[in-house]
C-alpha cells in the first residue's frame, strides 16, 4: 500500500542551527500539506501546496520557516533558525484532491527537540 | 486556531466495552472528519461525514452529526486493545477556492485488555 515517507524520523538540534525535513507523498496525490503538533494538541495546518504552487501559508512563520514543492513531487520543509518553541511533531501529509474533500494520508512525522 | 473541541480529554474503559467520544465545534462547517492516531506515529483517517448527512457507519464505527447542535460523535463499538490511541475530529469549511481541516486537541483513548 502506498504511504507518504518522511525523513528524518527524529531530529535533534540546537538553538539557532538550519534543519530541513523531507516528505514525499503518495504517487498522484497533487495536493500536500505540512503541519506542526505540539505535545497534547492537534496538528496545525504550516502550508498547503496545490502541485507547485502555495495555496495557504497563512500560519508559516515566514521569518524562519520556509517551504518549496519545486516539481509538484516532494517536499522540503525548513526552519532557519531554529528556536525552542519549534519542538514539536512535523507532519506531511497528501490527498489525491481538493483538502477537505476526501481523506488525507498522513507520514510517521518527525520529531524535532530544539536544545 | 482549532475549532473542533473534543470531550472527553482521556477514556479509559475495558476490552469489549463501547467508547464514545463528542467533538463540537463553533462555526458552520461542510464535512467533519475523524482521524486516529497511535503514539508518536502520524494520523489515519477514519471517516468523513459531510453536512447533509446525519450517520455514518464504518465497521465497527459509528458517527453521527447534529449541525443544528454543531456537534459530532464517534462509537467505536466492542473495543479492542489496539482502539487505544488519540482521536481527533476535524472539521472542513470551503473559503473560496480552498479549504483546509482544523483539528481539535484530541481524545485520547485507552482500552484495558
Known amino acids: 500500500e502506498a504511504e507518504v515517507a518522511q525523513s528524518p524520523r527524529y531530529k535533534i538540534t540546537e538553538k539557532s542551527q538550519a534543519v530541513a525535513f523531507w516528505c514525499d507523498p503518495i504517487s498522484g496525490h497533487a495536493t500536500l500539506y505540512w503541519y506542526r503538533q505540539i505535545l497534547g494538541q492537534g496538528p496545525e495546518l504550516l502550508v498547503q501546496?496545490?502541485?507547485?504552487?502555495?495555496?495557504?501559508d497563512s500560519q508559516l512563520p515566514k521569518d524562519r520557516f520556509s517551504a518549496e514543492r519545486l516539481k509538484g513531487v516532494d517536499s522540503t520543509l525548513k526552519i532557519q533558525p531554529a528556536e525552542l518553541g519549534d519542538s514539536a511533531m512535523y507532519l506531511c501529509?497528501?490527498?489525491?484532491?481538493?483538502?477537505?474533500?476526501?481523506?488525507?494520508?498522513f507520514g510517521p512525522g518527525t520529531r524535532l527537540t530544539v536544545l | 486556531s482549532q475549532q473542533g473541541e473534543e470531550d472527553p480529554q482521556a477514556l479509559s474503559i475495558q476490552e469489549g466495552e463501547n467508547a464514545t467520544m463528542n467533538c463540537s465545534y463553533k462555526t458552520s462547517i461542510n464535512n467533519l472528519q475523524w482521524y486516529r492516531q497511535n503514539s508518536g506515529r502520524g494520523l489515519v483517517h477514519l471517516i468523513l461525514i459531510r453536512s447533509n448527512e446525519r450517520e455514518k457507519h464504518s465497521g465497527r464505527l459509528r458517527v453521527t452529526l447534529d449541525t443544528s447542535k454543531k456537534s459530532s460523535s464517534l462509537l467505536i463499538t466492542a473495543s479492542r486493545a489496539a482502539d487505544t490511541a488519540s482521536y481527533f475530529c476535524?472539521?472542513?469549511?470551503?473559503?473560496?477556492?480552498?479549504?483546509?481541516?482544523?483539528f481539535g486537541k484530541g481524545i485520547t483513548l485507552s482500552v484495558r485488555p
Open positions: 501529509a497528501s490527498s489525491l484532491i481538493l483538502a477537505g474533500l476526501g481523506e488525507q494520508f
Open positions: 476535524a472539521t472542513v469549511h470551503y473559503t473560496g477556492a480552498n479549504s483546509k481541516l482544523t
Open positions: 501546496f496545490q502541485d507547485e504552487s502555495v495555496v495557504d
